[in-house]
């Protein structure tokens, strides 16, 4: 079965610092990578996503991701972060293709807390 | 477009009794999935639908159970609530799922008294 990590459960930053979130996933096969974010009280929001191409994608809000194959990993990362950035950011995986196609699987979450 | 529309927002129930939530997909989606929100579990899959079938089914008991419309339309069902199963309750609409992507709809929040 598929899983995802995220290794840090709560980060605090200052505006300004840059950000970087670790996902990682198990699983053998082809698979689609998607970082959301969800702000206060608000729904998830898709941040970016990767299929295939360019290991390196861009988001919206300044927000990119880089694919490494070979570390299994997808890691969240933005030069400098800003006070709104502040919101629970989930990383998630689902298989290119099989039974589980329309399954995303999702990482625990890591709290992002950006003081101003 | 429209987004992914979850109906109701809130909800209030006591244990024992049952409960149903609507999604409304984006149009032209196919597939429509649910999630179980919770601070202690995170987002939990529950079951996904691909038109009217379901394509993928999550570990949760037997009380929670599903159903997608000829118009994609998606209902979810929990029988003889219980205390934890309050939580967030968010559908995802999607083309077709794989890499297509997925929108989420504001979700229904829960509560079980």
């Known amino acids: 079965a598929q899983s995802v990590s995220q290794h840090n459960h709560h980060v605090i930053l200052s505006e300004a610092a840059s950000l970087e979130l670790g996902c990682n996933y198990s699983y053998g096969g082809t698979v689609n990578l998607f970082w959301y974010v969800q702000y206060p009280g608000q729904h998830l929001q898709l941040l970016l996503k990767?299929?295939?191409?360019?290991?390196l994608v861009k988001g919206i809000k300044g927000f990119e991701a880089e694919f490494i194959k070979s570390k299994f990993s997808f890691n969240l990362r933005k030069p400098s972060v800003q006070w709104s950035d502040t919101a629970e950011y989930f990383c998630?995986?689902?298989?290119?293709?099989?039974?589980?196609?329309?399954?995303?699987?999702f990482g625990r979450g890591t709290q992002l807390t950006v003081w101003p | 477009k429209a987004g992914v529309t979850q109906t109701p927002r809130y909800l209030i129930k006591t244990r024992g009794q049952q409960v149903t939530l609507s999604c409304s997909p984006i149009s032209g989606h196919r597939s429509v999935s649910w999630y179980q929100q919770t601070p202690g579990q995170g987002l939990q899959f529950l079951f996904e639908y691909f038109s009217e079938t379901q394509r993928n089914k999550g570990n949760f008991p037997g009380r929670f159970s599903g159903r997608q419309f000829s118009n994609s339309r998606s209902e979810m069902n929990v029988s003889t609530l219980e205390l934890g199963d309050s939580a967030l309750y968010l559908c995802a609409s999607s083309l077709v799922g794989g890499n297509y992507g997925y929108t989420f709809g504001s979700g229904t929040r829960l509560t079980v008294v």
């Open positions: 998630a995986v689902n298989a290119d293709r099989g039974s589980t196609l329309g399954r995303l699987y």
């Open positions: 990767y299929f295939s191409g360019d290991p």
